[in-house]
């Protein structure tokens, strides 16, 4: 099936909506206007056209789904969706039709049979205030904006049906329901929706619809031919012969083994081929083409029962390596092709690497973050444990991907051990010692201060004594529990105490009294964390200014 092309009807009958609404812009005679009738008419038999065209389609993706239904059953679900996105925009087109011309000629309009419009019958062809009313608004609020943005959301659909790629149909989609700027006669930009409602005739208004109305069913079809030629775009259709080389792994450790397969793709089960490993080189026959062949000495792999070579080599010594050399195998001519193939692959030194995330230190109390790694290995093959505290995968949205440490006892060592799968062998890795610390305490503020000079108006609007903690790379939650506030008033002092983290009325008379120079202390302020530990925190001391 052809994607993202006219017929030559769809080529006429656009020629004709070209040279009409050049006409319109020209402000000529009833007759050009009346002339909108007959292209009307023609969109309206094309678009009855592909909908047959597009039903046969529809059918046929419902054979192939009963026939095949893992085969093709997903592509006729995909077809399904775009009938239905494409009757909703089609209807929905065909309803702002009715209502321009049931706003124009009223509800018993001789045009309007059911939910079809007999374009002949229409006789108010020349009215241009209710389209422009209808589609532009006085405010610019009009239908014409509703319906671009759904144009948009129609295209955008049929784009991420085929899978946003860039080939003919996609590009036949974008033009055929492009819904840019134009430039009007005068050489003025305009947009999409003045461009084609603004202040033109009813029936111009109605000829324009019909053709988007057309455009909906073409792109449409343009969309099923492709989904349904990928029924069969899927099935292999070898045409080509490439050298392949699939190795277990390319990242070996040393004392372990590099393992490859080194194959030819759609070989012949009658044919095995030969697979040379070493040094090749490349010439160039009389008649243009190329041939390759072996130079010093070379080695030939054992061939497996599926044609592949087995490539095996102890790896000795760290770093990259590379290897290539030849695969031939005969033509069903009888010549003998070769055809060059490359692999590489690296040799390190057994490591592992276990990084904190946050910092160098675990601290008891929290979740401490770590990711663990073990170069050329799937995390899923790797496993941690750990001594003085508990290390598991994290499994929340937070921590997925990372490791979770909660430590047990302060001040003493923590060992990291890390056990991998590499190739079917378990290696363990030596421990890695990390610190374990207590976390530091908060530091008590008021206003966002811990102390010093204070304006009093300031001091009286807070409600709460805050425990933060600085310079501290986790994000921990401290609350006070407790604290004690002190002052001196005409020589007396007043101590009062608060069993939470708020200010007592009280306390916020006795600094509703304070004066210039005299100073507040909070102290004995206790606060609790993550670890459940109380902790005594430093006082603050405010001078009134």
């Known amino acids: 099936m052809a994607h993202g092309k006219e017929t030559p009807r769809q080529k006429m009958i656009g020629m004709m909506y070209l040279v009409l609404t050049s006409l319109l812009a020209l402000n000529v005679s009833k007759e050009a206007v009346e002339a909108f009738k007959l292209v009307d008419e ?62 124009a000629e009223g509800d018993n309009s001789d045009a309007i049979d059911g939910e079809n419009i007999i374009v002949e019958n229409v006789h108010k062809i020349d009215e241009n205030n209710v389209p422009s009313q209808i589609m532009i608004g006085a405010n610019m609020n009009g239908k014409a904006y509703d319906l671009h943005h759904a144009l948009d959301e129609y295209r955008d659909f049929l784009l991420q049906v085929i899978g946003n790629k860039d080939n003919n149909v996609s590009e036949a989609i974008k033009r055929t329901l492009n819904t840019s700027d134009a430039t009007d006669p005068g050489g003025e930009k305009v947009t999409w929706e003045i ?42 259709k070898v045409n080509k012969l490439e050298p392949f080389v699939s190795a277990t792994s390319n990242y070996v450790m040393k004392g372990g083994a590099y393992h490859a397969e080194v194959f030819i793709a759609a070989t012949d089960t009658t044919t095995t081929p030969q697979v040379l490993v070493g040094s090749y080189k490349k010439i160039k026959n009389p008649d243009g083409t190329v041939k390759y062949v072996m130079t010093g000495r070379y080695q030939q792999l054992p061939v497996n029962k599926s044609g592949r070579g087995i490539y095996e080599v102890p790896a000795n010594s760290t770093g990259e390596k590379e290897w290539g050399g030849l695969i031939r195998i005969k033509s069903p001519s009888g010549d003998t092709i070769a055809y060059p193939f490359k692999g590489n692959y690296v040799v390190a030194a057994p490591n592992v ?20 790694s073990v170069p050329g290995v799937g995390s899923d093959k790797i496993s941690a444990t750990m001594t003085n505290g508990i290390i598991k995968r994290g499994k929340t949205r937070k921590f997925r991907g990372s490791w979770i440490v909660v430590p047990k006892v302060p001040g003493k060592t923590a060992q990291v051990r890390v056990t991998a799968n590499v190739n079917g062998k378990k290696i ?21 201060k811990k102390g010093g000079p204070v304006r009093k108006a300031t001091l009286a609007a807070q409600s709460v004594v805050l425990a933060e903690m600085e310079n501290f790379d986790f994000d921990l939650k401290f609350k006070v529990t407790s604290f004690r506030m002190s002052v001196v008033i005409k020589g007396f002092t007043y101590d009062e105490s608060s069993n939470n983290n708020r200010l007592t009325p009280k306390q916020k008379g006795f600094i509703n009294q304070m004066r210039r120079g005299q100073r507040v202390i909070f102290d004995d302020i206790k606060a609790v964390g993550p670890d459940n530990t109380t ?9 009134i200014q």
Do not use: C
């Open 195 to 236: 461009h084609n409602f603004h202040t033109l005739p009813l029936i111009a208004v109605i000829t324009i619809l019909s053709k988007l109305q057309s455009d909906v069913r073409n792109t449409e079809g343009q969309t099923l031919n492709y989904l349904y030629g990928q029924i069969e775009a899927k099935d292999f």
């Open 42 to 103: 023609s969109l309206t038999e094309t678009t009855k056209i592909s909908v047959e065209r597009n039903k046969l389609v529809y059918d046929d993706f419902t054979s192939k789904a009963v026939s095949n239904p893992q085969k093709a059953g997903p592509w006729r679900d995909k077809a399904m969706k775009v009938k239905q996105r494409a009757d909703e925009m089609y209807d929905y087109i065909q309803n702002l039709k009715l209502e321009i011309i049931r706003t």
């Open 428 to 448: 363990s890795f030596p421990g890695i010692p990390f610190r374990v610390k207590r976390v530091p305490d908060p530091v008590a503020k008021v206003a966002g």
């Open 353 to 372: 690497v276990v990084s904190p995330t946050a910092m160098n230190v675990f601290y008891v109390g929290v979740q401490n973050p770590v990711d663990i």
């Open 535 to 543: 902790r005594k925190l430093n006082p603050i001391i405010f001078t």
